[in-house]
């Protein structure tokens, strides 16, 4: 199966934006999604598809993607946005199955 | 608004079964695909398993295959996890989430249970 490869930590000062990334594969045929997990928390979907918010997520979280590389980018980081965040595919095997990759822990400063 | 809500976990001996429950409410049931995915302590996400709306196909990742089944019953609007030959490493929080898509699957997880905890030790 596929493997999506995150760096562990990303740091940011507050109000500045913040790149986190995520490289595999299967990100040839299939975008990313991303999500957001605070300490003791369920997993929140923050980024999906080609560059989707759900409803209730800040206009400061933003998706792309190119070639094998996709990336959650945070415009002007907040306090609140320190978290795990995990990006998943569909793996492109053909297998029917789910990948995440490894988290990144986003520390505000 | 859209619940899940997990239940069934608990501590369990190396070789044993447990059953995992998910009961959901707030959107058609019936009409979306469902996942398991699991955490264990102080580690990353891993997708466990996926049905389909109508509980026609099933897909496990390798780690489970064999030993996992998952099921649903569309008029309890309750998702299933049997767990069988449990080893230590699948010691793990186990949440269920909802795929986005409607009639067909994404293995995009728009909604997510609370967890409940499965802990496999002698």
């Known amino acids: 199966s596929s493997e999506l490869t995150q760096d562990p930590a990303v740091s940011v000062a507050l109000g500045q934006t913040v790149r986190i990334t995520c490289q595999g594969d299967?990100?040839?045929?299939?975008?990313a999604s991303w999500y957001q997990q605070k300490p003791g928390q369920a997993p929140v979907l923050v980024i999906y598809g080609k560059n989707n918010r759900p409803s209730g997520i800040p206009d400061r979280f933003s998706g792309s993607s190119s070639g094998n590389t996709a990336s959650l980018t945070i415009t002007g980081a907040q306090a609140e946005d320190e978290a795990d965040y995990y990006c998943?595919?569909?793996?492109?095997?053909?297998?029917?199955?789910?990948?995440f990759g490894g988290g990144t822990k986003l520390t505000v400063l | 608004q859209v619940q899940l809500v997990e239940s069934g976990g608990g501590v369990v001996q190396p070789g044993g079964s447990l059953r995992l429950s998910c009961a959901a409410s707030g959107f058609t049931f019936s009409s979306y695909g469902m996942h398991w995915v699991r955490q264990a302590p102080g580690k990353g996400l891993e997708w466990v398993a996926f049905?389909?709306?109508?509980?026609?196909?099933?897909y496990y990742a390798d780690s489970v295959k064999g030993r996992f089944t998952i099921s649903r019953d569309n008029s309890k609007n309750t998702l299933y996890l049997q767990m069988n030959s449990l080893r230590a490493e699948d010691t793990a929080v186990y949440y269920c989430?909802?795929?986005?898509?409607?009639?067909?699957?994404?293995?995009?997880?728009?909604?997510w249970g609370q967890g409940t905890l499965v802990t496999v030790s002698s």
């Open positions: 989430a909802k795929d986005l898509a409607d009639g067909d699957y994404e293995f995009i997880f728009d909604y």
């Open positions: 299967s990100l040839r045929s299939y975008y």
């Open positions: 998943n595919s569909r793996d492109s095997s053909g297998n029917h199955l789910a990948v």
């Open positions: 049905i389909r709306y109508d509980g026609s196909n099933k």
